[in-house]
C-alpha cells in the first residue's frame, strides 16, 4: 500500500493557483486554492 502513496504523489500534477494561474509549491496547502498573492487579501 505505501507504494501506491508513494507513486501517487509521484504522480500529482504540479499545483496551480485557481485565480492567476500561477504555479505552485507544495506548501501552498495552507493557501487552499489560490496563491498567497491571491489569498492575501489587500
Ligand atoms: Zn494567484
Known amino acids: 500500500m505505501l507504494e501506491n502513496v508513494m507513486e ?3 504522480n ?3 499545483k496551480q493557483c485557481a485565480s492567476c494561474g500561477e504555479k505552485m509549491e507544495e506548501q501552498a496547502e495552507a493557501y487552499g486554492t489560490t496563491c498567497e498573492k491571491c489569498s492575501t487579501p489587500e
Do not use: S
Open 8 to 10: 501517487f504523489f509521484r
Open 12 to 14: 500529482l500534477p504540479p
